[in-house]
């Protein structure tokens, strides 16, 4: 049914998985490329899924007590070389500002790629005392990181996100936080973007710079490769001690604070579409889709036909997100339009259907026509809607799992690593030596080590000592 | 009642205005300065009503059909001189990135002062046909334009805001949309910040750089100050030409797009602190408010004391965005704080309330007390915030009609200029020579060109030449 035109505009996603994500992001109207070198323009249909991330997570965020704010974009170079181990993290992918209003300025400014230091200035001032604690703030902005190779949502050299910076009386309640935020995403993941994601901790030699600790939630895409989606550190006292953040406590002793942060980005949208997308276009969970629902009238030059629609679509926009398609387009051109916006639902509707006393609707995830009477079109398309976006992440869950393999030995990573893309699970001895020679083997890496560990063997995978930890490994974005 | 430490940190507003500004957005923990000159830290209560400004205006923006958008924030410096009277209209208040990724940059990148550029880059490729039009995209971000002298959310090298850029078939569509969006805007000032504005055109020595027509809204501040509110330029097809936005129209003719742009800023933070604030702090008009009614309880020891404030604070929650203040703080501190932020209504409980089945409304712009039966508490509370909602917006425009002079000749002028701090409006001939003797002489500016215009004489109130136009004139921020 659908118009061949617009179709066959689209690479197959099994020949050519990384050509199909882009002719997606261009066709779907997510976004365009600028006449900036690495710097993509968001278009309204990319926009708006972001507006419904950001809706949601921030509903959760505040939830938990998290107050919004907004920090500086610019950050002194003396401030972010306060904290050794985060500036060298950072330096290399710094843009600077060294010119403003007309002169050179005494000392140049970094555009945020993270806001660490920015709020740990700030905090240095800003609390006293045990009273002032915890400071749960958060802030929605974009970020510069001067990456060499770039891709559409995945890894821009400007994206969009949000960072959470915590402080802490006690590191027992950083630590408590991080772990808080890590669930808040996970559950965000699971619920609205239909994505299962797996949580763990990331190695030493993986985590974020500055952390003592690094939290992660690893999705798998269609194509096996993994995605880290959203991270929450704790920073212990380390911050604290380099910008002087202390408290004066209850007993009176002037002690450092303990702090955390944690962030997502627009890159979440890559994932949706990489977890999600087929060979029609895009494929949104109802949860995060800005139009759930698209009327789309049959034969509309038809007495009755376009009114008895836009009748459909107003009763529909009660329960959903719902749009009618009244152009002068093709009811094929439409729904082809539809399937590569991702519209969960689209409802079809003639003249016959209307004598019969019925619609058509279709689901965008699997193609399914279901014949419902008019007069139900409410609830059926409700129960319809919350069908598609639990069968959406229990189809990505199965995905995930056909995917994720285990490995007692290196052959065996090897085999799998050569001809099975998705998660391997195996052991590790905790020796950063073994992460680096799967590393430069493979061009895989440790993902995390899950929270939930399972005993594949004794010994580590690649060096054969004694095994610590079970290691999610993969080849990522 | 209320607490002396608090209120008396505060400078007299009649005392000395700029000093009790900067004290209130201290005190009211509104912003906080940062470490980098010229860039203000905004704290939670004041990201708050920001994000009540965004949540209000978006919603307003998209029943008129805008789509939100998000464009690179560096711009080529290439870009920005495309269009001449644009670039110099901002190049000395840019600030440049010339360094990025550890090289020095082939070009220098400007951090976005607005993004006419930007959008007319992208519409140069992205539109095509009469189909695509029109264009109707905003952007929420922050900009740079790299002041000498800032004052918190007047003035900032930094800030937020919305920039709209639409583009249009027609010259006459550009222009509709132009008005529509100031009417959105004053509305919106009038309707929910409770400040009442004029509406007018832009002198041409006023207007934005690359403008045709620059519309503005005109706030009076307390002290007689003027403040430009938000404005809304036609661009007619300069940029249009300047950057190659065509499109083909229905007859088969390639013809140049028609363009707008329209923007708020956080220095509407300002204008309410400004308009509406006291002695004792902020005021904020309840429909902006992030908390309309505080709920405090007086000597919560005592039995049945706290529960009773938890029981009314949930009941308030229903109908209005309610908090309780269960702090170990004292009463009379609760009520001072609760006054320094602004909070509409606060509501008083104690034992003999509760014995009495009452409590008692206080309203934080009048200082009235109110006695009220506890049953009827939610519904008097909601009758109360609309009445304060609508008697703020009435009080300001008393004050601002108070301080509207009319001069009919220069001496007159003077004189009102010197020791009337208001709005003066005056008949102008039309000249450019006027505005700058009138600027020269009085450090005042024409505001804008009313439309709604009286015809004070028929002469200018500066050259004695013959009158076109009646316009506002005053000091401003």
Redesign the interface.
């Given at each position: 049914m659908a118009d061949k035109k617009l179709v066959e505009q689209i690479t197959s996603r099994d020949e050519d998985f990384a050509q199909w994500y882009t002719d997606i992001v261009k066709k779907a109207e997510l976004m365009?490329y600028?006449?900036?070198k690495g710097?993509?323009?968001?278009?309204?249909a990319g926009?708006?899924i972001?507006?419904n991330i950001q809706h949601e997570l921030d509903r959760r965020f505040k939830e938990t007590g998290v107050?919004?704010?907004?920090?500086?974009?610019?950050?002194?170079e003396s401030?972010l070389q306060k904290e050794a181990d985060h500036v060298e993290g950072f330096?290399?992918?710094?843009?600077?500002?060294?010119?403003?209003?007309?002169d050179v300025l005494p000392e140049?400014?970094c555009?945020r790629p993270t806001s660490e230091t920015?709020f740990c200035?700030?905090y240095s001032?800003?609390i006293r005392s045990y009273r002032d604690l915890p400071r749960v703030?958060n802030q929605w902005?974009?970020v510069?990181r001067?990456?060499?190779e770039t891709r559409p949502f995945l890894r821009s050299?400007?994206f969009?996100w949000q960072e959470g910076h915590t402080a802490h009386a006690t590191a027992e309640e950083a630590e408590e936080r991080t772990i808080q935020m890590l669930n808040v995403y996970a559950d965000f993941c699971e619920e609205v973007l239909a994505i299962p994601v797996v949580k763990g901790r990331k190695t030493d030699k993986e985590k974020f710079a500055g952390a003592i600790a690094t939290y992660t939630i690893e999705a798998l895409m269609h194509d096996g490769k993994a995605l880290q989606s959203g991270t929450s550190h704790n920073f212990g006292d380390g911050f604290a001690k380099a910008f002087g953040v202390t408290f004066t406590d209850r007993d009176n002793q002037v002690k450092y604070c303990h702090q955390t942060s944690w962030g997502v980005t627009t890159r979440l949208i890559g994932a949706i579409i990489m977890v999600h997308g087929d060979d029609s276009g895009l494929v949104l969970p109802p949860a995060i889709a800005p139009t759930e629902v698209m009327v789309i009238p049959i034969a509309a030059h038809k007495d009755g036909v376009l009114e008895k629609a836009k009748e459909v679509a107003e009763r529909l926009g009660k329960v959903a997100r719902t749009k009618l398609d009244d152009s002068d387009k093709s009811p094929g051109f439409k729904f082809a339009e539809a399937e590569m916006r991702g519209i969960p639902v689209r409802v079809e509707l003639g003249p016959k259907d209307i004598e019969a006393g019925k619609v058509v609707l279709v689901r965008r995830d699997t193609r399914e026509k279901i014949e419902v009477a008019l007069d139900d079109v409410e609830t059926e398309v409700t129960a319809l809607l919350q069908k598609i976006q639990k069968e959406m992440l229990e189809r990505a869950r199965a995905h995930r799992d056909a995917h994720t393999y285990t490995a007692k030995n290196y052959d065996e990573f090897k085999e799998i690593i050569e001809t099975k893309p998705g998660f391997i699970k195996a052991m590790w001895c905790g020796d950063q030596a073994c992460e680096d020679k799967i590393k430069e083997d493979f061009a895989a890496t440790s993902r995390c080590m899950p929270f939930t560990q399972e005993e594949i063997s004794d010994v580590c995978v690649c060096c054969g000592k004694p095994a610590k930890k079970m290691v999610y490994w993969g080849r990522a974005y």
């Amino acid at each position: 049914m659908a118009d061949k035109k617009l179709v066959e505009q689209i690479t197959s996603r099994d020949e050519d998985f990384a050509q199909w994500y882009t002719d997606i992001v261009k066709k779907a109207e997510l976004m365009d490329y600028s006449s900036v070198k690495g710097f993509m323009v968001i278009k309204p249909a990319g926009y708006a899924i972001w507006e419904n991330i950001q809706h949601e997570l921030d509903r959760r965020f505040k939830e938990t007590g998290v107050e919004n704010v907004y920090m500086p974009v610019l950050i002194p170079e003396s401030l972010l070389q306060k904290e050794a181990d985060h500036v060298e993290g950072f330096a290399a992918e710094a843009a600077w500002v060294t010119m403003g209003g007309g002169d050179v300025l005494p000392e140049r400014l970094c555009f945020r790629p993270t806001s660490e230091t920015m709020f740990c200035d700030f905090y240095s001032r800003d609390i006293r005392s045990y009273r002032d604690l915890p400071r749960v703030y958060n802030q929605w902005c974009s970020v510069i990181r001067w990456e060499k190779e770039t891709r559409p949502f995945l890894r821009s050299r400007e994206f969009l996100w949000q960072e959470g910076h915590t402080a802490h009386a006690t590191a027992e309640e950083a630590e408590e936080r991080t772990i808080q935020m890590l669930n808040v995403y996970a559950d965000f993941c699971e619920e609205v973007l239909a994505i299962p994601v797996v949580k763990g901790r990331k190695t030493d030699k993986e985590k974020f710079a500055g952390a003592i600790a690094t939290y992660t939630i690893e999705a798998l895409m269609h194509d096996g490769k993994a995605l880290q989606s959203g991270t929450s550190h704790n920073f212990g006292d380390g911050f604290a001690k380099a910008f002087g953040v202390t408290f004066t406590d209850r007993d009176n002793q002037v002690k450092y604070c303990h702090q955390t942060s944690w962030g997502v980005t627009t890159r979440l949208i890559g994932a949706i579409i990489m977890v999600h997308g087929d060979d029609s276009g895009l494929v949104l969970p109802p949860a995060i889709a800005p139009t759930e629902v698209m009327v789309i009238p049959i034969a509309a030059h038809k007495d009755g036909v376009l009114e008895k629609a836009k009748e459909v679509a107003e009763r529909l926009g009660k329960v959903a997100r719902t749009k009618l398609d009244d152009s002068d387009k093709s009811p094929g051109f439409k729904f082809a339009e539809a399937e590569m916006r991702g519209i969960p639902v689209r409802v079809e509707l003639g003249p016959k259907d209307i004598e019969a006393g019925k619609v058509v609707l279709v689901r965008r995830d699997t193609r399914e026509k279901i014949e419902v009477a008019l007069d139900d079109v409410e609830t059926e398309v409700t129960a319809l809607l919350q069908k598609i976006q639990k069968e959406m992440l229990e189809r990505a869950r199965a995905h995930r799992d056909a995917h994720t393999y285990t490995a007692k030995n290196y052959d065996e990573f090897k085999e799998i690593i050569e001809t099975k893309p998705g998660f391997i699970k195996a052991m590790w001895c905790g020796d950063q030596a073994c992460e680096d020679k799967i590393k430069e083997d493979f061009a895989a890496t440790s993902r995390c080590m899950p929270f939930t560990q399972e005993e594949i063997s004794d010994v580590c995978v690649c060096c054969g000592k004694p095994a610590k930890k079970m290691v999610y490994w993969g080849r990522a974005y």
